[in-house]
Every structure is written in structure tokens, then in C-alpha cells.
């Protein structure tokens, strides 16, 4: 079967650490993005790759980090940084970044105790 | 710069009468357009798009939507809603390296 997977599906952190949300994808898409969802403001992205090694921010990537090690996989480090966590965390992946639509995973909700 | 509008935040049908979500966009280019659904605690799942073929496009489950240049529109039609469409949905404008999710449509269905 071919998708993406996150996990964990839920996650809580405690003020002041850093998490980790995964995200796994077998299509052989070069692409992939984090997006967070709050209720009533849609999907804004964290940061995207379009080819292992590389990466960029988008328009909420601060208190976030990511890597790109492996075409399959693109990890997103939540730090202490980030000041209001709590989301609802949705992982994608594209074929490029231009015509084709995006596949999603079934997301991770993090809050923070 | 791209931007999506869709233009109801929150739209309530019977069952069996159609459904109309509303969506405008803006684009310097000539933009890919999608239509996704998200269930509650859900990820997102592919309903049509349009990637500058036919203007009138057939999605998944009687979903349909029209591109109209004119009108910078890319509204959502279904001639009869189910209660299982009952779900939030999102427009989408993609152009160059930049792609663009509309607020979201949180469509109510009654018996």
C-alpha cells in the first residue's frame, strides 16, 4: 500500500521540550511539506523539501525544524521555541511542487500539559 | 502572490438537495486548482483539480466543479448531498513553487 504515515497519532509535551513528529511516505515523491491546522484558519505551512538534502521555510516556520535525510522521510522537530504548539499537524507529499496535487497523511495531534 | 478565498465559512444543506461551496482565487500565473475533504482528526483527501484541460471537472463521489477564468472561480457542485459529506473542505491554488489552502468550508448535512 502506498501512502504516508505519521506517528504518532497523538502526542503531548511538556512545557519547554522538544518533540519530534514523524512522517514516512513510499511514492517516490521528491516533494514533501508540513502544514499546522488551528480551528477557523485552514492549512499554513511549517516548511517543505523538494529534494533530500534541501529544504526551505514557509510562512510559520518559526520554533520549528526539519531534515531531510532520506527521499522517505522528513521528520519535524517541535522546540521549545514555539510558543503555542498545540495543533493539529499534517504531513504531505507531492510529486513536484508545481502541477500535481499533494498526498496526506492522517495527521498528529500534539498539546501541549 | 496567490491567495484563495472561499467565500462561506459554513454551509448547511438537507440531504438530498445540492451543494454549492464557494471559491475564489488570485494567481499572477496560470494555476493548478484543487478541491480536498477532511474528515474530523482526519488527513485530507484529493475530491478533483484542474490543471488546465477540461474546464468542467468530475471528482470523486458526484463532486464536480467548473474553472471560470473570468470570474477567478473554482466553486464545488454536487447535485445531491449525502450525510456522509458532512466534513470540512478546502480549495486549493498551486502556481510556480507556491501553493495556497483556502480557510476551509464546514458543510452541514440534515436529514
Known amino acids: 500500500d502506498g501512502g504516508i504515515t505519521q506517528s504518532p497519532k497523538y502526542l503531548f509535551r511538556k512545557e519547554g521540550q522538544n518533540v519530534t513528529l514523524s512522517c514516512e511516505q513510499n511514492?517516490?515523491?521528491?516533494?514533501m511539506y508540513w502544514y499546522r491546522q488551528d480551528p477557523g484558519q485552514g492549512l499554513r505551512l511549517i516548511y517543505y523539501s523538494q529534494i533530500v538534502n534541501d529544504f526551505q521555510k514557509g510562512d510559520i516556520a518559526e520554533g520549528y525544524s526539519v531534515s531531510r535525510e532520506k527521499k522517505e522521510s522528513f521528520p519535524l522537530t517541535v522546540t521549545s521555541a514555539q510558543k503555542n504548539p498545540t495543533a493539529f499537524y499534517l504531513c504531505a507529499s507531492s510529486a513536484d511542487r508545481v502541477r500535481t496535487e499533494a498526498f496526506f497523511g492522517q495527521g498528529t495531534r500534539l498539546t501541549v500539559v | 502572490a496567490q491567495s484563495v478565498t472561499q467565500l462561506d465559512s459554513h454551509v448547511s444543506v438537507s440531504e438530498g438537495t445540492p451543494v454549492l461551496l464557494r471559491c475564489n482565487y488570485s494567481?499572477?500565473?496560470?494555476?493548478?486548482l484543487f478541491w480536498y475533504v477532511q474528515h474530523p482528526n482526519k488527513g485530507l483527501q484529493l475530491l478533483l483539480k484542474y490543471t488546465s484541460a477540461a474546464t468542467l471537472v468530475k471528482g470523486i463521489n458526484g463532486f464536480e466543479a467548473e474553472f471560470k477564468k473570468s470570474e477567478t472561480s473554482f466553486h464545488l457542485t454536487k447535485p445531491s448531498a449525502h450525510m456522509s459529506d458532512a466534513a470540512e473542505y478546502f480549495c486549493v491554488v498551486s502556481a510556480l513553487n507556491d501553493m495556497r489552502f483556502g480557510a476551509g468550508t464546514r458543510l452541514t448535512v440534515k436529514p
Open positions: 494567481s499572477s500565473y496560470s494555476p493548478s
Open positions: 511514492l517516490n515523491h521528491d516533494a
